[in-house]
């Protein structure tokens, strides 16, 4: 059994979120997904996110391609993350073209184009600067 695992926020989930995760998952047979603390997200984006970690995790588990998730606490420890779940690929989007290329020691590394024209971060400006009724 080939297992995938990936990482993201996931915040505001949008269908670039589900396109990802399910071209992850057919890249192999079990997908594992690494969710982004509420902490790592402020550190990392410099912002909290919208929805809580509980929540985006609920999300992420209730989709079918989708087989274990998990929340990730630490951008340095995708290297153990990697190891205890016996994940024999890591897929990111290409926002991280290379910056993972140093996990390939322990499993494969794949990058997959980022689906075009949508991001949570365009979602919230587009929400806040809706004109109110
Ligand atoms: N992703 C994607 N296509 C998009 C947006 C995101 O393939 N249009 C992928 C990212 O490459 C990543 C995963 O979805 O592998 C989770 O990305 P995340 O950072 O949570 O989503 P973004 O919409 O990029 O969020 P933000 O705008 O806050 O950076």
């Given amino acids: 059994m080939k297992k995938i695992i990936t990482f993201g926020t996931f915040d505001v989930f949008h269908v670039g ?29 410099g912002r909290f996110p919208i929805y809580s970690e509980q929540d985006r995790v609920r999300i992420i ?14 951008l340095e420890l995708k290297g153990e993350y990697i190891s205890r779940f016996g994940a024999d690929m890591l897929v990111m989007g290409d926002d991280w073209k290379a910056k993972f290329d140093h996990y390939k020691d322990l499993c494969e590394v794949t990058y997959l184009t980022r689906t075009p024209s949508i991001s949570t971060t365009e979602i919230i400006e587009v929400v806040k600067s809706a004109p109110t009724r």
């Avoid at 979120?17 to 984006?45: C, F, P, T």
């Fill in 61 to 74: 588990s209730a989709l079918t391609c989708v087989d274990e998730v998990f929340i990730e606490e630490s």
């Fill in 17 to 45: 979120h589900v396109n990802i995760l399910e071209r992850a998952k057919a890249l192999g047979d079990y997908l594992i997904v690494g969710v982004s603390s509420d902490q790592l997200n402020m550190s990392k984006k």
